[in-house]
């Protein structure tokens, strides 16, 4: 296990040393794990080539320090506790050992398909325990896996699909949402008509309706499994050998692959996992994430079975069959701790108190939330009536890209403050920094938020464009990580996340480029141009607000082009990214260089008059036009 911090006087001196001794530092967290050969060397890094190693020569498995070294004392330990959609549906647990069975077998499917060391494995799965197994197993063999959330488009997985030149796609019949059926198989089809990397198809049953079957290429998972045989020996892995790539989008309309690796990233989330929910040994810990996100990756997966927890998985949605799904499972396993959205716990609130009212959730110690700023209402109803005013909210803030939690309260350790995601964690050094580039110290101080330190759950680069990692994360402010958030440092020295401040708006928690959206209305004929920009949204946090240019618009057209665009949209990226509002207009406001001036447009959707200077714009004339179509749009 970690070390582990139980008091605030523990975590003040564990950050202190942590800073003057980093290395030390994850050296002596890096140690609690199982390593077959130990490091040279802790960390070699340089932000301006950029480069970062940890663990230097270690070699390790990461499925051996889930399994191997927990079997002894843990074999009958439930590890996944899978709850379906349908509370009707029977649950499904299971233990280490049987875990460590299903994997090592998996593991050794893979292998007869052909998978080896580094080969990419894609995932589009619903949650079920397969998902699990299968990450495991791809880890175990040495391979590279590369999960898709299951509500993307055919086209959206066909380009994560060949920029990995995955060689294997997992994927199921169909998923359960809610009263939705999900038809992933159809989905998948589509997507691997474009791409000729995948050789072979593993499908799991799920929903067990009928669906096409390519002679050859599309295997059962079930008839795979069967015959397998139940060990499979982990392969050795360098500290520095990629483990996962995930894709996530950025302020260009071309995903990103944000890629992990082994070592640095097992001690980072297990340490993190363990502090920062205070899990004690015997909890049930529950993660209401979708593991297609990092959160999953990281805080259902990874980090809570490296510390040997007991980690819940939940296939459903929060609000069905009715609002009170989530209080029914924190009761039905007597969950501990509990890790959600703001935009989850904002959709609940508006059903009302009544909800978590009917249950006691004796059991509930500790509730956290992660993916967007919270505000302070939902905070305020998260910690009355889910945690009874008797558990600590932990507000984590980090990233795809961070690998696990950065800025967070230790759970029931740090005092909390609505709305802040208070200090960072051990290790984390982050800086904050004005538009040129200047450190801004000391208390009550606002800009962007960079990290000037490297910590060891960090991406290592993006998927076969190192460029591209350098440009995104270290040329705007160099020598430091750049997040693209903006944040502020209040008077306590506590942190408090603003939100992002490039062209990356955070929908429901999920990340979107506005360029992405941008490019997918494009493509329709009658479009000429467009302009997406987020707007304050009671429940999603942000709402995504397009302007569209169409030149030949006749007003009675008006709703059927709209439906249209929102199906588009639905279609090129997937339905998380269909447009709230659409406004039609006749041009956008440009610079002379031609760029379109988005602050102009942000200013607009939230109300605001305050447009600073536009003398720059070539079309000034516009703006007021832009004004009248809001106000006629919404009131
Ligand atoms: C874990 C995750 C990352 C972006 C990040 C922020 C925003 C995440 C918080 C937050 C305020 C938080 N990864 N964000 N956590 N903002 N408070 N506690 O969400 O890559 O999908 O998104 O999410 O803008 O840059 S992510």
């Not at 080539?49 to 927990?70: M, Q, Y």
């Not at 880890?139 to 066909?158: D, E, K, M, N, T």
């Not at 474009?194 to 002679?215: D, G, M, N």
């Not at 939230?606 to 004339?621: M, V």
């Amino acid at each position: 296990m970690v070390p582990k911090i139980s008091t605030l006087s523990g975590y003040l001196y564990e950050y202190q040393k942590s800073i003057a001794d980093p290395t030390g530092f994850w050296a002596r967290v890096a140690e609690s794990f199982y390593w077959r050969k130990p490091w040279t060397k802790v960390l070699d890094w340089d932000f301006h080539k950029p480069e970062v190693k940890w663990f230097i020569d270690g070699k390790l498995n990461i499925t051996e320090n889930i399994f191997e070294r927990h079997l002894f004392l843990r074999a009958k330990q439930p590890a996944l506790i899978w709850e379906p959609n349908n509370p009707k549906e029977p649950h499904r647990i299971l233990t280490y050992e049987e875990l460590y069975r299903e994997v090592n077998k998996f593991a050794n499917v893979l292998k007869s398909l052909g998978v080896g060391k580094g080969d990419r494995v894609a995932m589009y799965l619903p949650m079920v325990p397969q998902l699990a197994i299968a990450m495991l197993a791809v880890a175990r063999i040495g391979a590279i896996h590369s999960v898709v959330f299951g509500g993307f488009s055919a086209r959206a997985l066909a380009e994560r699909l060949q920029d990995a030149q995955a060689k294997v796609l997992i994927t199921a019949d169909g998923g359960y949402r809610g009263a939705k059926t999900i038809p992933l198989k159809q989905t998948a089809d589509e997507a691997l008509e474009q791409s000729p990397s995948v050789e072979k198809v593993v499908v799991v049953r799920r929903t067990a309706e009928k669906v096409p079957f390519v002679e050859g290429r599309d295997l059962w998972w079930d008839d795979l499994m069967k015959d397998a045989a139940e060990y499979c020996e982990p392969v050795e892995m360098d500290a520095e050998d990629p483990l996962f790539i995930l894709y996530t989008s950025g302020s260009t309309g071309k995903p990103k692959g944000v890629l992990h690796t082994t070592g640095g990233y097992m001690v980072y989330t297990a340490y993190t996992f363990r502090n920062v929910f205070q899990y004690r040994d015997g909890d049930v810990y529950f993660c209401a994430a979708d593991i297609g996100w990092i959160t999953g990756h990281s805080y259902i997966v990874y980090g809570p079975l490296l510390e040997g927890a007991t980690s819940v998985m939940f296939e459903g949605i929060p609000t069905w069959p009715a609002p009170d799904r989530y209080w029914q499972v924190i009761e039905k396993y007597g969950v501990n701790e509990f890790y959600t959205s703001p935009t989850a716990i904002r959709a609940l609130l508006a059903k009302g108190e009544s909800w978590p009212a009917s249950y006691e959730m004796k059991s509930l110690r500790v509730l956290g939330t992660v993916g967007e700023p919270i505000n302070e209402e939902a905070w305020h109803w998260y910690h009355d009536h889910v945690g009874k005013g008797r558990c600590p909210i932990v507000d984590t803030w980090w990233q795809t890209e961070t690998g696990g939690i950065m800025i967070s309260p230790l759970a029931g350790i740090t005092p909390t403050k609505p709305a802040y995601a208070t200090l960072p964690l051990p290790g984390i050094r982050p800086v904050i920094v004005d538009n040129d580039g200047n450190k801004l110290y000391g208390k009550n101080v606002e800009g962007n938020l960079c990290v000037e330190f490297p910590w060891p759950g960090m991406a290592r680069t993006l998927w076969g464009d190192h460029e591209r990692y350098k440009q995104a994360y270290f040329s705007a402010f160099p020598g430091l990580y750049f997040t693209g958030d903006g944040v502020k440092r209040d008077e306590d020295g506590y942190y408090r996340i603003l939100g992002r401040i490039d062209d990356v708006i955070n929908v429901s928690g999920h990340r979107l480029g506005t360029a992405e959206i941008e490019n997918a209305i494009n493509e329709h004929p009658l479009v000429a141009e467009s302009a997406v920009v987020g707007f304050p949204h009671p429940v999603k946090g942000q709402g995504i607000y397009a302007f569209v240019v169409v030149p030949d618009l006749r007003e009675e057209l008006d709703d059927e082009l709209r439906e249209s665009l929102v199906k588009g949209v639905a279609k090129i990226i997937g339905p998380i990214a269909k447009p709230d509002r659409i406004q039609f207009v006749n041009g956008l406001p440009k610079t002379r260089s031609g760029k379109i001036m988005r602050r102009i447009l942000r200013k607009i959707v939230h109300d605001s008059t305050d447009f600073g200077d536009i003398s720059t714009l070539t079309n000034p004339e516009i703006v007021d036009e832009l004004i009248a179509g809001y106000k006629a749009l919404n009131g």
